[in-house]
């Protein structure tokens, strides 16, 4: 016979032991049901998959081609494969260097001299010792920079990032507007999702005109490096040019100091042989 001590012993530790078997069901259920889940959607996945390839044609390719070549992400079946991923990083990289070719000779700026970077650079300025002026005319031949237009397209690209920024702050409503305006420049200067704000999901879901700003902003800030880097190009090409128009430039006394220290420097290097 169980006394009462017993009896109370034996129901706790059968209610402590229902509990654990309660848990113990309810964790099998809850993971078996994550499982399920995660089978399912690896599953749908490769059913999608499937699905894309066979019935993956010419339009479908064309309109995925077009819409990476005007930079706005499209996120097809296609895309999330590694092969679709070099591939449309490649058709991106060749479509926004093509926009940037045509944009380029399409609009005002061109690079015909580079006087005005020689002002700026104190190169093309008078001696105020000497009565000397530099040959401008023959500096000023085919490398000149339309600084003005350099001005528009900067503001240009500035607009359509806060612009970019406003409106990816309309799909982000918990979103600052510093970090919208952080994660659209991010955006902008490069081709992919960007690790700038590792806090900060991507975005849910893009609105019609935010893309459409993506585009401007890439397109408008790879014109701008393209452009500063064709004017450094110039600049490094004809620093050979400056230098002898230059010493062209010089008077007699001039001359002939460099002369004898030339001479001296020949005299050296005989001695030292």
Known sequence: MFNEKD?????????????????KAFLEIYYIQR?????????????????????????KIIESLLSVMMLTGADTMFYRTLFGRVAMFSIAAFGSLLVT???????????????????????????????????????????????????????CCAGSILLGAMAMQNDQPTWSI?????????QATTLGNSQFIPDRTALSQQTFYSIYFYASIRIFTMYWITCFALAIFKLSENL?????????????EDILLVDRARMRRQKFVRYMN
């Not at 009896?7 to 848990?23: C, E, P, Y």
């Not at 690079?111 to 040959?135: A, H, M, Q, T, W």
């Not at 050979?240 to 007699?252: F, N």
């Open 35 to 59: 499982y399920k889940e995660f089978v399912g959607d690896l599953q749908a996945l490769d059913f999608e998959l499937g699905k894309s390839d066979k019935s993956w044609n010419l339009g």
């Open 240 to 252: 050979d040019k400056i230098a002898r128009s230059g010493l062209s430039t010089l008077d007699m």
């Open 101 to 155: 070719l045509v944009l380029a000779s399409c609009s005002s700026l061109t690079i015909v001299g580079i006087n005005k970077c020689f002002e700026i650079f104190s190169l093309c300025k008078k001696s105020k010792s000497k009565e000397k002026s530099y040959d401008k005319n023959y500096l000023a031949t085919d490398v000149t920079i339309d600084f003005g237009t350099l001005i528009i397209v900067t503001v």
């Open 178 to 186: 510093a970090d919208a305006t952080l994660y659209t420049f991010a």
């Open 7 to 23: 009896l109370n012993a034996t129901t706790t530790s059968d209610k402590s032991d229902k509990s654990d078997q309660n848990m």
